[in-house]
């Protein structure tokens, strides 16, 4: 992952299993991709849940504080959640 366009995590399940999640900006949109374990393959995530998003934002407005992305990607970060999860609109940590 040493592209300025991809961005990773970990999070556990409901269930609490271990995740590996990662973030890839294709043009406009971003595309997700999970995995259980290291040496996994990656798969697909076609909807991904609003958590993922907020940490993908939180993950962006960093970049952007130190000038690895550009400021318009956080705006236009948020606004494709508000789209998707109108209720999750002011959520998150905001700067």
Do not use: N
Request: proline share 6%; net charge positive; hydrophobic share 40%.
């Amino acid at each position: 992952m040493g592209l300025k366009a991809e961005i990773g995590w970990k999070r556990r399940t409901v269930e609490g299993a271990r995740r590996e999640v990662y973030a890839r900006r294709v043009g406009g949109e971003w595309r997700f991709f999970v995995r259980q374990r290291r040496y996994d393959p990656w798969q697909a995530l076609a909807h991904p849940p609003l958590e993922d998003w907020l940490e993908l934002l939180d993950a962006v407005r960093r970049r952007v504080a130190r000038r690895l992305l550009r400021p318009e990607e956080e705006l236009r970060l948020k606004k494709l959640i508000g789209e998707q999860f109108p209720e999750a609109v002011g959520e998150g940590p905001s700067r």
